[in-house]
């Protein structure tokens, strides 16, 4: 089984790196768009066109199924990318929003839940029509940020965990504040630095790969 992966940056490492542990036997193929980086600053279409180029370049690796690790490129594209190749099998990755639905993510009250996303995330439609359909008691609160990603990627680079707490102190210690009960993580490069998040906010924090690993699992016709 061949699977093609592909996102702006490294954030879909967190993917492929679950995906190998419970299917160590498959081909992943992982494309990075780092001229283009990141696809969160970027207007819709411009996603779109670097999706359709990413989706072209694994068709023609003959990879059997597409996933668009990326949130961002999901909430924007996927359903474009469905309709132009109607053939092709492909997994998302949306915002984690039916998590406040979960037994045991529940919280106390409104707002106690927050979905750290990208800017362009948090304005999609898409992600509005999440919202409306898995929380009608306004129990999530939405948290857009610019440049979490960029210090995703700059970390990747160096590995400098001193400087990345630092960095993430000046971004996200104001959360500590919130009194949030729970902490989703609505970009796969967030999944990257989870334990840095947390040791930060001091919030648990909601990461998804295993639900999309499961998902593709299941797509590919492997047990989980």
């Not at 370049?57 to 059997?64: E, G, H, I, K, Y």
């Not at 490129?73 to 132009?84: D, K």
């Not at 400098?160 to 707490?165: G, I, S, T």
């Not at 924090?205 to 998902?215: A, G, M, S, Y």
């Amino acid at each position: 089984m061949r699977i093609g992966i592909f996102d702006s940056g490294n954030g879909g490492l967190v993917i492929s790196r679950a995906l190998k542990k419970k299917y160590p036997f498959c081909q992943i193929i992982y494309r990075q768009d780092p001229v283009f980086f990141p696809y969160g600053e970027k207007d819709k279409e411009q996603i779109f066109q670097r999706c359709l180029w990413q989706t072209k370049m694994l068709l023609r690796a003959q990879v059997n199924v597409i996933v668009v690790a990326c949130n961002t490129a999901t909430v924007t594209s996927l359903n474009r990318l469905r309709r132009q190749f109607s053939s092709v099998p492909f997994v998302g990755v949306e915002p984690f929003v039916k998590a406040v639905n979960l037994p045991q993510y529940r919280v106390s009250a409104p707002n106690k839940m927050g979905l750290l996303v990208t800017s362009r995330t948090a304005e999609s439609s898409q992600l509005k029509n999440l919202l409306d359909k898995w929380d009608c008691h306004k129990r999530l609160r939405i948290l857009p940020h610019p440049k979490l990603a960029g210090l995703v990627e700059e970390y990747c680079k160096h590995k400098n965990r001193f400087l990345l707490l630092s960095k993430l102190k000046t971004e996200l210690s104001w959360l500590s504040k919130e009194r949030l009960q729970y902490l989703i993580l609505g970009c796969t490069h967030y999944g990257l630095i989870k334990d840095e998040i947390e040791q930060v906010t001091g919030i648990p924090c909601i990461d998804n790969t295993p639900h999309i690993v499961k998902q593709i699992l299941k797509l590919t016709g492997e047990r989980t």
